[in-house]
T-cell receptor
């Protein structure tokens, strides 16, 4: 079945630095969504990408969907303490949405 | 702002007991999902409803888990009997229609089986 893999599993970042988390699918995706889950909280929707090669920005967050629609990335610039949490990608195909295991981000002040 | 409601927030039970979780999605959301999230992992879909009909329950352990959404609004997920390995967060989410819209998650029910 469809699997979505995320790397890295953990990302320890110095405040102010940039980092990228990656999402890879074994199959071509119809769309991909990104969610953020704060410690002790529930997943909250960030964005959806649909088109091949699509790039979307939300302030310091840049999301990209690969040309083959099998991978995606989330790049955060100038990391802040508010960026702490776990970032999940979720890919859909055949009307099923599969979540990756997430990248857990901690920030050193 | 409308939210997905879930209860209880926490549940502690002994193995072999029955437990039930309730979810009330955002009004007007036709699609409802139940997920299980084990610590350190992503949400795993258990069952998906479209109105009152089950669309996907391929990952639902049907020997012990059941889910219903009788009137196409709120939903109940039941486990009977509970096993130690069922300890997890059970999340409910809803969306207007299908997987091409953002999912709104409830706060979840943290289940601990002793």
């Amino acid at each position: 079945g469809q699997q979505v893999m995320q790397i890295p599993q953990y990302q320890h970042v110095q405040e102010g630095e940039d980092f990228t988390t990656y999402c890879n699918s074994s199959t071509t995706l119809s769309n991909i969504q990104w969610y953020k889950q704060r410690p002790g909280g529930h997943p909250v929707f960030l964005i959806q990408l649909v088109k091949s090669g699509e790039v979307k920005k939300q302030k310091r967050l840049t999301f990209q969907f690969g040309e083959a629609k099998k991978n995606s990335s989330l790049h955060i610039t100038a990391t802040q303490t508010t960026d702490v949490g776990t970032y999940f990608c979720a890919g859909s195909n055949d009307y099923k949405l599969s979540f990756g295991a997430g990248t857990t981000v901690t920030v050193r002040a | 702002e409308a939210e997905v409601a879930q209860s209880p927030r926490y549940k502690i039970t002994e193995k072999s007991q029955a437990v039930a979780f309730w979810c009330d999605p955002i009004s007007g959301h036709a699609t409802l999902y139940w997920y299980r999230q084990i610590l350190g992992q992503g949400p795993e879909l258990l069952v998906q409803f479209q109105d009152e009909s089950v669309v996907d329950d391929s990952q639902l352990p049907k020997d012990r888990f059941s889910a219903e959404r009788l009137k196409g609004v709120d939903s109940t997920l039941k486990i009977q009997p509970a096993e130690l390995g069922d300890s997890a967060m059970y999340l409910c989410a809803s969306t207007k229609m299908g997987v091409y819209n953002e999912q709104f998650f409830g706060p979840g029910t943290r289940l601990t089986v002793l």
